[in-house]
């Protein structure tokens, strides 16, 4: 698995100009190919090694992330995305050098859970897979406004495959929980969350922790509460008020959100939007957020993010309604709308939210 790993990094310089000649275009071809002949023989050692029958020179089966993760095709895994930040982490360049910015793919040299290079490829392809889910979702959502979509496969490939304690696991665990607003994985994915260490028995000695733990992502936290907020929602009528003043206390910066907060925004705006009791009871929090998912989702930054432009119009069409339903503005028809512009459009009229 390693050496797939070790021989499209170094090939990289030539394979990825593979296409300008002929002869380039067949070095690129005899890169892939070997690169996924030694990805197929770990695969099959490592079934070997799983089943118990046989163990060689002391050889273990691997952690269960790079197991699920060595299940899948060397060609899906070792994309270009991937393999260009591998190339910058083992030439000590910018993560992000001559490959597209995300900022949860390029924070994975910073976690401390990362210990090996195949701990990064993991966490790199969780994070990809789990952003192409988060960008589907609103996506399909638009389509169906008031149903509830089951996560979807890759959300379970996301998870098995992001390494333990890590931000592509904490991310992972948080986005089921934005799409069931089930109790029990909103639990699972706190319970994954670094927790401060136990203070010291008075008499023994202070433990000394040497690796500062890892920070949890904003993202995460967010989203967590969006989703803590709309499993109360359907609960009793003292949890949907605790549900409705969270909402009514969130405000979400459009600068700062991502794809995950960004879900679990939205989803939480169509709970609260389609109930009158709660709409009433988080009505400045509904404005808030529906203004916000407004300017992130028309902007570039979106796109880049992996929104289609069908999403794009689905979520800031959904965002004037709930302002001029829910809230009470003017008819944004008489409006000029900065929600569906570019960054580089000029500030709205006064009046406009």
């Known amino acids: 698995m390693l050496k797939a790993l070790h021989i499209r990094l170094m090939l990289w ?35 070997v090694l799983k089943s118990g029958t046989a163990r060689a020179d002391g050889a273990e089966p691997l952690a269960t992330h790079l ?15 991937i393999i ?6 083992a030439w000590n360049n910018p993560t992000a050098q001559d490959a597209s910015t995300d900022e949860t793919m ?24 789990l952003s192409r889910v988060l960008a589907r979702s609103l996506d399909d959502s638009a389509d169906a406004a008031a149903a509830t979509p089951s996560p979807p496969t890759d959300l379970d ?6 390494p333990p304690s890590s931000r592509s696991h904490a991310r992972a665990l948080a986005a089921q929980a934005v799409f069931s607003a089930a109790e029990a994985d909103i639990a699972a994915a706190l319970d994954a969350l670094p927790h401060p260490p136990p203070a010291s028995a008075p008499g023994s000695a ?12 904003a993202s995460v936290l967010e989203a ?18 605790v549900a409705a003043a969270a909402l009514d206390a969130y405000a979400p910066d459009e600068a700062r959100l991502e794809l995950l907060s960004g879900v679990a925004a939205h989803r939480a705006l169509r709970a609260f939007a389609g109930d009158a009791e709660l709409a009433a ?3 400045a929090g509904l404005e808030r957020v529906a203004r916000a998912l407004r300017l992130w989702a028309g902007r570039d930054a979106a796109r880049r993010l992996g929104l289609s432009a069908r999403a794009q119009a689905a979520v800031v069409a959904r965002c004037l309604r709930v302002s001029k339903e829910v809230v009470g503005v003017v008819d944004p028809a008489s409006e000029v709308d900065e929600g569906f512009v570019s960054d580089e459009a000029p500030g709205r009229p006064a009046g406009a939210l």
Do not use: H
Request: glycine share 2%.
């Open 13 to 47: 310089d030539l394979s990825k100009n593979g296409y300008r000649a002929w002869w380039l275009w067949l070095f690129n071809g005899f890169n892939l190919a070997m690169a996924r002949s030694y990805w197929n023989a770990a695969r099959e050692q490592n079934r």
């Open 67 to 81: 197991s699920a993760l060595l299940e899948l095709d060397c060609d899906d895994v070792l994309v270009d995305a």
């Open 84 to 89: 260009q930040r591998a190339y910058n982490l």
């Open 106 to 129: 390029d924070s994975v040299v910073e976690d401390f859970a990362i210990s090996s290079p195949l701990d990064a490829l993991a966490s790199w392809w969780s994070s990809l897979v």
């Open 157 to 162: 490939v996301a998870m098995r495959t992001a």
């Open 206 to 217: 202070a433990v000394l922790n040497l690796i500062a733990q890892s920070p949890v992502p």
């Open 224 to 241: 967590l509460t969006m989703a803590k907020a709309v499993a109360l929602s359907t609960s009793t009528p003292r949890a949907r008020a």
């Open 281 to 283: 009871g988080a009505r």
